[in-house]
């Protein structure tokens, strides 16, 4: 079962920043995942909300700031206000820190409830930028930006994310040319499970944080899980009792 640290070390660090992400680097972890929104002069920008309000020190929606302006915000999060670190990062600074390793990197397009026209062509520039295209997974609510980017590099691997138990979505899922099925782990169940293996999806579940949820996950033989305490994950996962 691979562990994705879920907006990097999340649990501990202040999500989606360049502190969280390089706090994962040594743990024997599979992957990272992020979430990207675009800023008002065209940059991509590592953030998962719309808006700055929850985990900065600003107010507003992300397309409005110039990455100059957002630059400018302070992590909101105790302790780390006025780490350097833990500004936003461009999609960019996060990719030049994890190229050199062997990370798989999922870049969520926050697609869903604001339109950033053409973010696929721009994500993927990025991606192919650093050589990357082998080593990434597109994840997305949004089916147009999957199909997007599909019609961009049908290669890159990607996933649908839901969040609402949706008929025929395993279906939905495979005609859309994903790769991956990503579902709440409210939703996991070994019927859907065995359902995407046969129709040859792997399953990522979120966001696994317990013990007792990373081993039932490990027990359906889910493929994947994203956990904001990848330390914890890794060291479950890699104990005696479950290798």
């Not at 501990?12 to 920043?17: A, D, I, Q, R």
């Amino acid at each position: 079962m691979n562990i994705y640290a879920h907006r990097g070390f999340s649990g501990k660090y202040p999500e989606n920043t360049i502190l969280a992400f390089k706090k994962c680097l040594d743990m024997d972890i599979y992957g990272i995942e992020l979430d990207v929104h675009r800023t008002k002069d065209g940059k991509i920008v590592v953030i998962h909300d719309e808006k700055v309000d929850r985990t900065f020190n600003g107010h507003g929606f992300v397309k409005d700031f110039t990455l100059r302006k957002l630059k400018t915000l302070n992590s909101s999060f105790e302790g780390y206000q006025n780490n350097k670190e833990c500004k936003i990062p461009t999609l960019e600074e996060v990719l030049i820190l994890v190229s050199p390793t062997d990370l798989i990197l999922n870049i969520e397009l926050k697609t869903d409830k604001v339109n950033y026209p053409n973010i696929e062509k721009d994500v993927l520039e990025l991606i192919l930028k650093y050589n990357m295209k082998n080593r990434v997974l597109i994840s997305s609510f949004n089916s147009n930006s999957l199909k997007n980017f599909h019609k961009l590099d049908s290669s890159v691997k990607t996933g649908l994310l839901c969040y609402l138990p949706i008929n025929n979505v395993v279906n939905f899922a495979k005609f859309l040319g994903n790769s991956y099925l990503h579902p709440p782990l409210v939703l996991v169940n070994e019927s859907l499970i065995e359902l995407c293996h046969k129709n040859l999806l792997g399953v990522n579940v979120y966001t696994v944080n317990e013990e007792d949820d990373i081993i039932h996950c490990l027990k359906l033989n889910v493929d994947g899980i994203f956990t904001n305490y990848p330390d914890i994950a890794s060291n479950l996962l890699h104990s005696k009792q479950y290798s």
